[in-house]
């Protein structure tokens, strides 16, 4: 061989500095440092909670979650109006705003409007999404309860019947709560699903129409089964923002600590009692909404576990 | 432009002065072109010079796209495609498609089959289409103990020959196929091509094809298409028509000579 075999192997060597690749290894270092720090931060905030909700945990066992009573006086502590308000309040919200939210997300992701104009409004949903909480608030106390009242009483008078509609509004209530949830998670879910929605392989819309389908059956049939995980990532997304809202919940739910089947009565959240609070509690009074945030925090755990199980059933075929 | 001679058999598609636009940019023009019935007929030519433009005009897949403009006609059957009282999805039940890329659904093998004829409230019993439409498509034997399974674990090949069993579900009139191999191993090409000259028995073809010898063995007409560049753009049209035999061996234009036997672009 007229070429030596040095001079074949010279380009391939290893010419960079040991320091360049130990800046290596150190960035590998870091960067799983930083995502180690995540984990072990959740970690501390569980151990933390549990610690100091054991004094509750220990007096009240599960019966905490079944009861209604929060008495300072007597030291006595269960948290069941918070957990179904909790639960009510945030269905009530995905209850209107999905719907809702997938909708505008379709009209968003067609061609139905010229793209000159759905990227603003594309930008103004997401924009939604910004105001702080405490305008919701404010607004719900201001502006959406005068306009409800007078609604929710003329449902009350036809539908007075129905167990859910059975008590007069007057003012904040569990159903301003779940509105003004719905309008905050609103732009979570519409923003996701139309992600998802437009990520659909533009095949598959051809495939549709090709074999004859409409826009509808198109979109019904073929393009919203496969965002369909992306769609309920969103929803999932948006039922913990509901769940764990607090600001907006407190300021217009009432904070009555009762369980009512009537939309129209007043509740409470586990946020909302957290916040309320929070500010005078002392001793078990601590350990118990100590508790009520493990729960939450269970709460949360299991949506997001029963969205996983959805979303891989869906995904199988 | 020259039309098919010898064989004589009825016109299924007639296109007449077809102009095709993309907003103001002239894509295909002044393409006239007779398929005929129950035949395969390829349309060759250098990328970009409208073949896939002119095939999605036949069953008004070009409708999707907004810019989308056509002057001229298209007749299918003697009525005007472009008509108003024509229903666009009315056509595509009848006027098929199978595309470049196989694009099975994201659901079992069954449910892609059976998604066509759902459409359509079909009476018969679907196990029994299911299992002819694979049969037609030369998969049965591969998928009949897997039916249930998504369409999207099937191999390339599969997937496509897959893609022409929901075409053929439909029981289309004509099957159109833009590059349907362009994405296949050569086994699995052969397999679609054998295919193909079942399938004219029963349905007029009309497939693009960038391989020569694909044209030259499994089509009966070719359409060449070339492309000038004029101060308007790149427009495509068609260059030559003719039966197979006489596009492969005595083609009336250079250009032909040349695209076909591999000296051109
Ligand atoms: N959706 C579209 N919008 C605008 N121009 C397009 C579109 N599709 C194709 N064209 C243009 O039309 C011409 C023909 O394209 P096409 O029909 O895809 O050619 P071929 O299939 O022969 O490669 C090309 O110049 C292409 O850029
Ligand atoms: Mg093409």
Known sequence: ?317 | MATSTGVSTSTIISSKDANIYYGNFLAVRDVTIDIPKNSITAFIGPSGCGKSTVLRCFNRLNDLITSFKMRGSIHYHGQDLYSPEIDPVAVRRQIGMVFQKPNPFPKSIYDNIAFGPRLVKYRGNMDELVERSLRGAALWDEVKDKLRESGLALSGGQQQRLCIARAIAMQPDVILMDEPCAALDPISTLKVEDLLQELKEKYTIVIVTHNMQQASRASDYTAFFNVEQTERGRTGYIAECDRTEVIFQNPQQQATQAYVSGRFG
């Open chain 1, 1 to 317: 061989m007229a070429v030596s075999p040095n001079r074949e192997l010279e380009p391939m060597k290893r010419d960079r500095t040991p320091f360049a690749r130990n800046l290596d290894t150190a960035f590998v270092w870091l960067t799983g440092g930083f995502a180690g720090l995540i984990a072990l931060l959740l970690i501390a905030i569980a151990v933390r909670v549990g610690v100091d909700a054991s004094p509750a945990m220990a007096k009240f066992g599960l019966g905490f979650l079944f009861e209604s009573r929060w008495n300072p006086v007597t030291d006595v502590y269960s948290a069941f109006p918070q957990i179904y308000g909790t639960l009510v309040s945030s269905f009530l919200a995905l209850f209107l705003a999905v719907p809702i939210g997938l909708g505008v997300a379709i009209f968003l992701s067609e061609d139905f409007i010229p793209a000159k104009i759905q990227r603003p409004v594309v930008f103004l949903i997401e924009l939604l999404a910004a105001i702080p909480s405490v305008v919701y608030g404010l607004w719900g106390i201001f502006v959406l309860i005068p306009i409800l009242r007078d609604l929710g009483k003329g449902i009350h008078q036809s539908l007075g019947w129905l167990p859910l509609f059975s008590t007069s509004p007057s003012g904040p209530g569990m159903y301003v709560a779940g509105i003004i949830l719905g309008i905050m998670i609103l732009p979570i879910i519409t923003a996701i699903a139309r992600d998802a929605l437009v990520a659909v392989p533009i095949e598959l819309r051809q495939a549709a129409y090709g074999l004859g389908a409409t826009r509808w059956e198109t979109i019904l049939q073929i393009i919203v089964p496969a965002a369909f995980s992306g769609i309920v990532g969103g929803i999932m997304l948006a039922l913990g923002r509901a769940m764990g809202e607090t600001m907006a919940v407190t300021m217009v739910i009432g904070n009555a600590n009762k369980a009512n089947i009537s939309l129209f009565d007043q509740g409470s959240t586990v946020s909302s009692l957290l916040a309320n609070q929070f500010a005078e509690a002392s001793g078990l009074q601590v350990a118990s909404l100590m508790y009520a945030a493990i729960v939450l925090f269970v709460l949360t755990l299991i949506v997001n576990i029963l969205a996983q199980v959805v979303v891989k059933r869906v995904n199988r075929i």
